[in-house]
């Protein structure tokens, strides 16, 4: 397995109390397969990703417990230069925004060369050289020429291609892409997502696509994570979590997209909001918003329980399709009430 | 000007409250300080007709740049157009001052994108919500201002009685009730809304689309409904409008440009909008437009989109398609005849059926 985090617990301190932003998460990505995380705002998605990364700000964060094992090593165990020849070179990161994550004082040509300069010790001629390769590799027109602009001479899709030229420069095993079309148009995200599963497919990479768009993730990936409230509520296969989702939030999710294959009616929407981190409701943190809480709901937190129909009861392991739902078997099945 | 043909775009659903003919926005490009020269324009709109029925939805569609929100800006008078007339109920607004236009402007009302910067962070929800009648006191008398907005609150979903907080302790959805319920202060007739939701996480979007619609239905409002998401407008909109680069490219019944289109934008558009199902993955063809859209400032001769079209050819470098029914379509009357701005317009669709088989 590339990667395997397991129990990941993520704090920060805030004026109103300890927020607990990644509360027990797990979740695995195999060489060449995307899994896509899934989440609102404030689900604990990006955060986690930061924590893998080693770019989590500590202060006000810190990490309280778990392991993040990367082709077997537990990075949480490394030194902070250990984890530094890593990152870049062995995983690497796409950003939301590529304007404000590309240094505007330096052209894009010195700032992919870098990577050669700094990982490889390349002389700064060669490094040029390989950036040309690079943005001619993510379909930049006239590469040669514009390798010596600077980011703003660049349109966001563009600038978008070169955030992903660095992150695959030293062709990493694993890449994190938060949010990666977010900020662009439609038919630009097109193009941008094509491209990078296109490179994915070509390098093998492992893919961690964190989004909150179900649409993208129907487009892309092998796998599905949910995150609510800082846990994982739903893993599974992505065709088998948009035929039936096994939590009730999936669900609700699913439900409350407008459709563009037909106008539909009244959209399901999920009532209340995501609760504050440094708050989050006992027993299952869904509870006050989910159609089907029950009293067990309000006291006990459930675990990730295996999902397969008709199946004992069991926890899910890493491959498994999980719920961390008690009441999986009736979301599943449709017959929980709305 | 009996005779005339009607404008493309005009055939509401229900009798036109809003007009909108040649509307054009030039922004002047100038150089020098002393003797300021002008050197070209950003063309953000260049010659926008559509006309909006009573109670209807028209959507307005297109990415970033293509001009929708300047035209949301020109509706409500917060931006002067270059040319062109903006009727309402007949009488252009556009030539209109003082008195007469205050009084036009009470009745079309927005909602904007951003409920984090659109709302004052000194100012109570209460306050935010009842200036519009400082500025239109005959509306509600003083002593009865803040039962209104009490009133208003509890319309758009919010506790009345949190007329004393202030934006900061709202989230972001209830941020835009608080807009929407500004928006409904005066009890207008229009409301431009441009991307009311967009900043808004999945489950709480939903709440936001159904409480315009709700609101639409209590108060008989028309909608002009900008947004760059298709799923959502297509759900709320009668009619949709296509933008690129400053003008509408096609417009009809929202059966007519999703499950219809004959323009190529729109096709492109439409077939790369991520469907949140697995199982079109292969059935869906994807149209990807190669490179960016050009500048307003340099807009192609001809059919402006003609440098990213499949289709383009030389008669679209030499003559500017209009915005009318296409002839392959005149007389047939079927779905595909809707205007649509495109020398070699043809029926595509690109939107898989909807699948029975996946649906819960």
């Known amino acids: 397995m590339l990667l395997e985090v397991r129990d990941l617990r993520v704090e920060f301190t805030t004026r109103e109390g300890v927020a607990k932003a990644v509360n027990g998460v797990s979740y695995e990505v195999a060489e060449g397969e995307t899994l896509a995380v899934l989440g609102e705002s404030g689900s604990g998605k990006s955060v986690t990703a930061q924590a893998i990364m080693g770019i989590l700000d500590v202060p006000p964060g810190r990490i309280t417990g778990g392991e993040i094992l990367f082709q077997g090593r537990d990075l949480l165990r490394l030194k902070e230069e250990e984890r530094r020849g890593i990152r870049g070179a062995e995983m690497a990161m796409i950003f939301q925004d590529a304007l404000s994550s590309l240094n505007p004082v330096l052209t894009v040509g010195d700032q992919l060369g870098e990577m050669f300069v700094v990982h490889r010790g390349m002389s700064k001629k060669d490094a040029r050289a390989r950036a040309v390769e690079l943005m001619d590799r993510v379909r930049i027109p006239a590469a040669a020429q514009r390798v010596r602009d600077y980011p703003h001479q660049f349109s966001g899709g563009m600038r978008q291609r070169i955030m992903i030229a660095m992150a695959l420069a030293l062709r990493p095993a694993l890449i994190i892409a938060d949010e990666p079309t977010t900020a662009l148009d439609v038919t630009v995200q097109a193009q941008v997502m094509d491209l990078l599963a296109e490179l994915q497919r070509e390098y093998r990479m492992g893919l961690i696509l964190i989004t909150h768009d179900l649409g993208v993730v129907a487009d892309v990936a092998d796998r599905i994570a949910v995150m609510y409230a800082g846990r994982i509520v739903e893993t599974a296969p992505v065709h088998d979590l948009y035929k039936a989702p096994a939590h009730p939030y999936t669900r609700g999710l699913l439900d409350s997209i407008p459709r563009l294959d037909h106008k539909g009616r009244e959209l399901y929407a999920i009532k209340g909001l995501p609760p504050s981190l440094t708050a989050v409701p006992p027993g299952c943190p869904f509870h006050p918003r989910c159609p089907m809480a029950q009293d067990v709901c309000r006291t006990d937190v459930p675990p990730l329980y295996a999902v397969e129909p008709g199946g004992a009861a069991g926890l899910a392991t890493g491959e498994g399709r999980g719920s961390a739902c008690h009441f999986w078997r009736d979301c599943l099945e449709g017959t929980g009430s709305r | ?360």
């Not at chain 2, 959507?59 to 007339?85: D, F, H, Q, W, Y």
């Not at chain 2, 900008?226 to 709320?236: E, G, K, N, T, Y």
């Not at chain 2, 495109?342 to 898989?352: D, G, S």
Request: glycine letters at 10%.
């Open chain 2, 1 to 360: 000007m009996a005779t005339m043909a009607p404008v493309p775009g005009t055939e509401t659903t229900t009798e036109p409250i809003l007009e909108v003919e040649g509307l054009v926005k030039h922004y002047p490009l100038t150089r020098g300080i002393l003797f300021r020269k002008q050197t070209g324009a950003v063309k953000a709109v260049d010659g926008v007709d559509f006309a909006l029925g009573r109670g209807e939805t028209l959507g307005i569609v297109g990415e970033s740049g293509c001009g929708k929100s300047t035209v949301a800006r020109m509706l409500v008078n917060l931006e002067r157009p270059t040319a062109g007339a903006i009727r309402y109920k007949g009488e252009d607004v556009t030539r209109l001052s003082g008195r007469a236009l205050k009084a036009v402007r009470r009745n079309i009302q927005m909602v904007f994108q951003d409920p984090y910067t659109s709302l004052n962070p000194r100012m109570t929800v209460g306050d935010i919500v009842g200036e519009p009648y400082d500025i239109h006191p005959e509306v509600a008398p003083k002593g009865d201002r803040r039962r209104r907005v009490q009133g208003l609150l509890e319309v758009v979903g919010l506790n009345p009685e949190h007329i004393n907080r202030y934006p900061h302790q709202f989230s972001g959805g209830q941020r835009q009730r608080i807009g929407i319920a500004r928006g409904l202060a005066l009890r207008p007739e229009i409301i431009v809304a441009d991307e009311p939701v967009s900043a808004l996480d999945v489950s709480v979007q939903a709440q936001v689309v159904n409480l315009l619609e709700r609101l639409q239905d209590e108060f008989g409002l028309a909608y002009v409904f900008i947004a760059h998401d298709l799923s959502v407008v297509r759900h709320i909109s009668d009619r949709v409008g296509v933008m690129y680069l400053g003008r509408i490219m096609e417009i009809g019944t929202d059966g007519q440009i999703y499950d219809h289109p004959t323009h190529p934008y729109t096709q492109a558009l439409l077939s790369a909008v991520p469907v949140p199902d697995p199982q079109a993955r292969d059935r869906r063809e994807r149209i990807i437009l190669t490179g960016d859209v050009p500048s307003p400032t340099n807009i192609p001769s001809g059919c402006r989109f003609r440098t990213r079209c499949w289709k383009a050819r030389q008669r679209c470098a030499d003559e500017v398609p209009l915005l009318a029914v296409p002839e392959a379509f005149r007389g047939e009357g079927g779905p595909a005849a809707h205007p649509s701005a495109c020398h070699f317009a043809e029926e595509k669709r690109v939107v898989p059926p909807d699948d029975p088989a996946v649906q819960p």
